[in-house]
């Protein structure tokens, strides 16, 4: 499978709601618990807010993208022992909120549950303007709080330990 050039699609009502059974919540909610990441990062100055989940094989990322939406990368990998990896994310702001607001309830690990829940606040502080999402001055406490939380959520490297 070469470079995968996919387009955006999401499944949502005209109400705004993610339509999915009770098999696909059930699947989407393990997926993403198990092998999925609520990411905060920062690209040039600016935070933002995806959700990711890396396999070797697609169809798994597939299923997921037919699902809730998303793009689907490759990477091939250099080296006889290492094998390529399919990427599954979503940056679009409002699909993120959307998701984590129906899968949140069925989280079952802490850590999960924090990361999403802050994943979820950062993309709802946005604000968008003249197409740029962007944090205003006016939320930076509620921005400080959310980071602080997202540190709490973070694994402390291999050979150190998080003072208390």
């Not at 499978?1 to 699947?27: H, P």
């Not at 022992?81 to 679009?92: A, G, L, M, N, Q």
């Not at 709802?124 to 400080?144: F, P, Q, V, Y």
Request: with cysteine; hydrophobic share 30%.
């Amino acid at each position: 499978m070469g470079n995968m050039e996919t387009t955006r699609t999401t499944r949502i009502s005209s109400n705004g709601k993610l339509k999915l059974t009770a098999f696909q919540l059930g699947y989407i909610v393990g997926f993403l618990e198990g092998e999925g990441s609520f990411i905060l990062f920062k690209n040039k100055g600016r935070y933002t807010s995806r959700i990711a989940t890396s396999q070797k094989d697609p169809k798994p990322l597939l299923y997921v993208q037919k699902l809730i939406g998303g793009y689907i990368r490759y990477e091939p990998r250099k080296g006889s022992e290492k094998s390529p990896t399919y990427h599954h994310d979503i940056f679009d702001q409002q699909t993120i909120k959307k998701i984590i607001q129906v899968i949140y309830p069925y989280l079952i690990s802490p850590r999960t549950r924090k990361r999403a829940w802050c994943v979820y606040r950062m993309a709802t502080l946005k604000n968008k303007t003249g197409g740029k999402i962007i944090l205003s001055k006016e939320n930076l406490a509620e921005r400080k709080r959310v980071y602080k939380i997202w540190e709490t959520s973070r694994r402390p490297k291999k050979g150190t330990s998080r003072g208390k």
